[in-house]
């Protein structure tokens, strides 16, 4: 077990859980909770892998998988935002639709090798000591994207007018609405960038980090372990991108752990009998569980919270948020 | 360009027709069948061949009806189990990992043995798996619960990652300590742990012959009617009503609304561990791998397709189970889910109609 080589890949599986949680954070601070993110996760994996394979182009797939991904989650805004459906059940229904769909259209699709995103390092930075070897050493190219995206994404809803706009439009939408705030428009276009994002998310792992398409079993719940982060993050994308890297660390930390026959000095009960790795494949889940718990108290604490006006429909001339 | 005419939506305020939900249900489901005709058209495949396999494959004779009907029976416990919760909007997305502990569960009475097998009657051994089936269910719906109830830790994650863990939980115990001989499931379960089927009257009937319909269906039907009692009828069902309506008046009525979360949570896992016992006890006879096919998930849909009702959980449940039994042979094998996907996005959109009218008016020319 090497602890470099821990982090250098658990900053790239990080990645994945980065883009699909900031994605989700741009949407529910909108005020749409989308609880699709799997499926367009999904999604996009598909799309960005099989364009990338018509094309021979990887920049075509992501973009294709993006698109895709924000195409689907226009389902689930024209369902929430203007026939005011329930935005769990129409979350839960694109998760379906979006299973469905990356399982039909990927029909073949395993076992092929469409060109990847490249891998580079980064001159300079990849020359000082430990730090440069697990951040700036042969990553694929999405993982210094997500780098420079974390902050970007936080500034844009801190620190700029329509990050401003967009946390007006999920906290009190009415209020938003009386200062010329296009609250639909707002909506419709952040759940589009969250879909975007989770189908990025998608293609980051079929392109770039883990290659290949193994049907459901590409995404295998990352969707959902995202939508978690983005609580337990508090809707901030910095605290997003700190726990996808932390779950990146964990998840591959939790893997090497069943390496070596001995851990400090004791038998390893892993190596013995591998089926204990079932034990070690739930830890994820629950240390999802954990750090939604653990969020929850510190929000309490802080007296901090889901944009006031996160599932609830806004409709023009009627009473509420 | 303007199109000439607009769609104006006024909200109802008069009740809405007895016929109209389960119209747009209907309507729902038929719309989404052409939806994935088109796209089964669309990547090649010959979408009234599929219709037509559909039906002689699922309704076609006894024996295919009695499938749908056994691949009903877990849908109507976990749609129900979906209801009860979704009634006081509690999502529980968890009921695919509560009929996997109920399956556990109630596989304990077999494989330690509880009891001995060979000299405690059958409907002891019965009895005892029912119970144990629920238990396992409503621990793994008292987690989330509990943690909501405590932590206000939202109960759509935790369920979801609970499924996770009760999923890799199964597959320890199958894998390693209850393996038959190295394969990826348990020995078959004694014939006393079995429940009763149809065919097991073959030599009175002839017609029973090769029909698998088992007991489970029974409890499948008893349960609606306690549910719908408990909803409908109990005191304890209006507060848990009164509670998913309006969770502030409930608050001022003094309602307990920390206890009846955790309560109806339970009663949730319960429903969907008791589907799990059914599977087990009545199909498969043994624990192994992929005990469900997304049983779990599919019965979200049947509940909310049945709008929370629990009779037309029945229903629906049996029209879902043709979807199962159809989509094992229908290919590409993600239409099944895909056809679901679609089912359950037109339900919630035409829950529009119920809220509104709609008219069609000719477009006002808008001052610019």
């Known amino acids: 077990m090497n602890f470099e080589i821990i982090l250098h890949a658990g900053l790239a599986t990080g990645t994945i859980l980065l883009f699909a949680a900031i994605g989700e954070i741009f949407a529910e601070r909108a005020g749409v909770l989308n609880l699709g993110v799997e499926g367009m996760m999904l999604f996009g994996a598909m799309a960005g892998f099989s364009t990338s394979l018509a094309t021979g182009n990887a920049w075509v797939g992501l973009l294709v998988a993006m698109i895709a991904g924000g195409v689907l989650s226009l389902a689930h805004g024209l369902v929430t935002i203007h026939f005011q459906a329930d935005q769990v059940v129409s979350g839960l229904s694109l998760t379906f639709l979006g299973t469905g769909l990356a399982l039909v259209l990927g029909e073949g699709l395993t076992g092929q090798n469409p060109p990847l995103i490249p891998f580079v390092t980064i001159p300079l930075l990849s020359d000082i000591p430990f730090i440069g070897p697990a951040f700036f050493t042969d990553h694929n190219v999405l993982v210094y994207v997500g780098y420079l995206f974390a902050p970007m994404a936080a500034y844009y809803i801190y620190k700029t007018r329509p990050g401003m706009h967009l946390r007006a439009v999920g906290e009190k939408p009415s209020a938003a609405d009386t200062l010329g705030i296009n609250v639909y428009g707002l909506r419709y276009f952040y759940t589009f960038v969250g879909g975007m994002l989770a189908g990025l998310a998608g293609a980051t792992i079929t392109l770039a980090v883990s290659p290949g398409w193994y049907s459901s079993q590409t995404t295998s719940g990352q969707g959902w372990i995202a939508v978690g982060l983005v609580i337990f993050a508090q809707w901030n994308p910095l605290q997003a991108a700190f726990g996808g890297y932390l779950f990146g660390f964990l998840r591959r930390f939790i893997l090497d752990l069943q390496g070596p026959a001995t851990l400090l000095g004791f038998a390893n009960p892993l190596y013995v009998n591998s089926n204990y790795g079932f034990f070690l494949q739930m830890m994820p889940f629950v240390l999802t569980i954990i750090a939604l718990v653990w969020g929850s108290r510190t929000a309490m604490r802080k007296r901090l919270g889901a944009p006031a006006a996160l599932g609830v429909p806004y409709i023009r001339g009627e009473r509420g948020l | ?368």
Not at chain 2, 110 to 133: D, E, H, R
Not at chain 2, 195 to 206: Q, Y
Not at chain 2, 277 to 284: A, K, P, W
Not at chain 2, 331 to 339: C, I, K, R, T, Y
Request: net charge positive.
């Open chain 2, 1 to 368: 360009m303007k199109f000439p005419y607009t769609l104006k939506l006024e909200k109802r305020t008069d009740d809405v027709p007895k016929w109209l939900p389960a119209a747009t249900a209907f309507g729902s489901v038929i719309v989404a069948f052409i939806i994935s005709g088109i796209i089964l058209k669309f990547i090649g495949g010959e979408p009234l061949r599929v219709l037509k396999f559909f039906f002689s494959a699922t309704f076609g004779s006894w024996g295919v009806f009695s499938d749908t009907l056994v691949k009903a029976t877990p849908l109507i416990m976990v749609g129900l189990a979906c209801a009860v919760a979704f009634r006081m909007k509690l999502w529980n997305i968890g009921a695919e990992g509560q009929f996997y502990m109920g399956a556990f569960f109630s596989s304990l009475v077999v494989l330690i043995p509880i009891v001995p097998l060979n000299s405690t009657p059958k409907f002891v051994v019965i009895g005892l798996m029912i119970v144990m089936g629920m238990i396992g269910g409503a621990i793994w719906g008292f987690i989330p619960g509990y943690l909501k109830a405590k932590y206000q830790v939202n109960e759509i994650i935790t369920t979801l990652m609970l499924n996770y863990i009760a999923i890799y939980w199964n597959n320890f115990w199958i894998f390693d300590k209850w393996s038959d001989a190295g394969f990826q499931m348990t020995p078959q379960f004694d014939k006393v742990a079995w429940l009763p089927r149809l065919s097991d009257l073959a030599k009175e009937f002839k017609a029973f012959s090769g029909i698998t319909l088992h007991l489970g269906i029974v409890f499948g039907i008893i349960a609606a009617v306690i549910i719908w009692w408990i909803l409908e009828r109990s005191h304890w069902g209006y507060q848990i009503k009164l509670i998913g309506d309006n969770p502030k008046a409930a608050r001022y009525a003094g309602l307990n609304i920390t206890r009846n979360l955790i309560l109806v949570m339970m009663l949730s896992g319960a429903l969907a561990g008791l589907a799990g016992m059914s599977e087990i006890s009545g199909v498969v006879h043994r624990l192994q791998e992929r005990i469900s096919s997304g049983y779990g998930f599919t019965g979200i849909i049947v509940a909310w397709l049945a709008k929370l009702n629990p009779f037309a959980v029945i229903i629906v449940s049996i029209v879902f189970g043709a979807l199962i039994v159809a989509g094992r042979e229908i290919q590409p094998s993600g239409l099944a889910f895909l056809l679901q996907g679609i089912i359950l996005f037109m339900v919630i959109s035409s829950d529009v109609l119920l809220r509104y009218k709609i008219y069609i008016v000719r477009s006002e020319k808008e001052a610019a």
